[in-house]
């Protein structure tokens, strides 16, 4: 969310930053309905100053025995002013509030220009792709030929885009989550936390994913919603608190379950495990100071990529261009690791820094370290570190034989009992 403020002082800079997103100017929208509120505010005000001069005279007109009615009568007519005023003034500062949630985050003078993801910029590679002896099969052919990955049985008790996995394929997607959560926590510093899954509105709101987004949410009929992404629920670790300056910056991580509808992805990855409505990720989050915030970007898209590397996954790294770019963002790194079966590389990451703008949506602060009485917003930071059923996939292409069985890579051998090889029938200990 913006700062009003700063938009009444800067309402070309606001449009500006719109245009950059390819979105409609809102300022003088936002600028009409905050000078419309401001001005009930201030004859509210107004109303209050005289309704108690006027309880004052019209104790000392009865004190010297005088017909005080008049001003009794004004009283009441003030007060009745007030009320109605007060419900006008309160619903056009719900309607500002709601008309500022609207607003896309303003991006940084660093993220590239351009109106889609073909202007995305290439910031680095690592590894090459690897050359096969036969053609590569995509992961939704290979986990049900091994008879460990059943998209068919899901279907029949959950509908399109799910999956069961099961046997060695089970126990490699929580190997796989396993090394993200040991690399994270004991290597890069973050602290493991185990989140609700269940959050009200205001979470969401508060991360931006309402009102914008809220028909990719699924929710239930008690008035919760299924988190999306554990950034929801590890972000809002920060809402309505001070957090001590000294403290920062917090590093947070977590393996959770999430949940989308993907109704803005209709038709799109309906085959496989790449866009299910229901999938595993392991979360970064980061708050901190707005001194650091852009150095602990690139602090977290290096973790994550750690994760690749470990596993000998190739990958690419891109700066999304101003009309790529998620709402709440101001500037965005995704991670795209090769898939040979697809014969191209797909996002197994993104790492954004939001600046203040989740911070002011849920009341985010931290006191500098020397200052007893200022508190300044934080800056919030998000990734995925990774999503670990991409992270199969890949694994399951990049690691594949020709007679259809995966390697397992040298990273994930602690963790799958020392197993080398899964192949059909193949059982882990």
């Not at 409609?24 to 009409?32: G, K, L, R, Y």
């Not at 009441?76 to 003034?89: F, V």
């Not at 919603?225 to 910056?249: F, H, K, M, Q, W």
């Not at 197994?348 to 985010?364: E, K, L």
Request: aromatic letters at 6%.
């Amino acid at each position: 969310m913006h700062d009003l403020k700063w938009i009444r002082e800067n309402p070309d800079a606001l449009d500006a930053a719109l245009a950059r997103r390819g979105a409609a100017p809102m300022s003088a929208q936002v600028v009409d309905l905050d000078k419309r509120h401001r001005g009930m505010t201030t004859e509210l005000q107004a109303l209050q100053s005289r309704r108690n001069d006027v309880s004052k005279q019209i104790g000392q007109v009865k004190g010297k025995g005088g017909d005080a009615q008049p001003l009794m009568d004004e009283v009441a007519t003030i007060k009745d002013s007030m009320t109605a005023l007060e419900q006008d003034e309160k619903l056009l500062g719900e309607k500002v509030r709601a008309l500022l949630l609207t607003i896309p985050n303003v991006l940084d003078a660093a993220v590239p220009e351009g109106k889609d993801e073909t202007a995305n910029v290439e910031v680095r590679k690592w590894g090459a792709p690897a050359t096969f002896s036969f053609t590569p099969k995509e992961h939704s052919d290979l986990g049900p030929a091994l008879g460990l990955m059943d998209f068919d049985q899901a279907a029949v008790m959950s509908g399109a885009r799910f999956v069961v996995l099961k046997g060695a394929l089970a126990r490699m997607e929580r190997a796989i989550a396993q090394l993200m959560l040991d690399t994270h926590t004991t290597e890069n510093g973050y602290t493991e936390v185990n989140p609700p899954l269940l959050v009200r509105d205001v979470a969401l709101l508060g991360t931006g994913q309402l009102p914008k987004f809220g028909a990719d949410l699924f929710q239930t009929t008690a008035g919760h919603y299924l988190i999306p992404t554990a950034e929801v629920s590890l972000t809002n670790l920060a809402a309505e608190r001070i957090i001590d300056g000294n403290l920062l910056p917090q590093r947070l991580t977590a393996f959770t379950p999430c949940f989308r509808s993907e109704a803005g992805a209709a038709g799109k990855d309906t085959k496989g495990m790449i866009r299910n409505h229901q999938f595993e990720k392991v979360e970064l989050v980061s708050i901190t100071t707005p001194e650091d915030s852009a150095a602990e970007l690139d602090r977290m898209t290096k973790c994550a990529e750690g994760i690749l590397q470990k596993l000998e996954l190739p990958y690419r790294v891109v700066a999304l261009c101003s009309g790529d770019i998620g709402f709440g963002s101001n500037r965005t790194y995704d991670i795209e690791v090769w898939l040979p079966g697809h014969n191209t590389y797909r996002e197994i990451s993104s790492c954004s820094n939001t600046g203040d703008f989740q911070a002011r949506r849920m009341n985010a602060r931290f006191r500098p370290a020397g200052d007893t009485k200022g508190t300044r917003f934080v800056h919030t930071l998000n990734g995925s570190g990774l999503a670990v059923g991409r992270t199969l996939v890949a694994v399951l292409e990049n690691y594949q034989q020709q007679d259809g069985s995966i390697k397992v890579p040298a990273a994930l051998k602690p963790y799958m009992g020392g197993l080398e090889v899964i192949a059909a029938g193949t059982k882990v200990l």
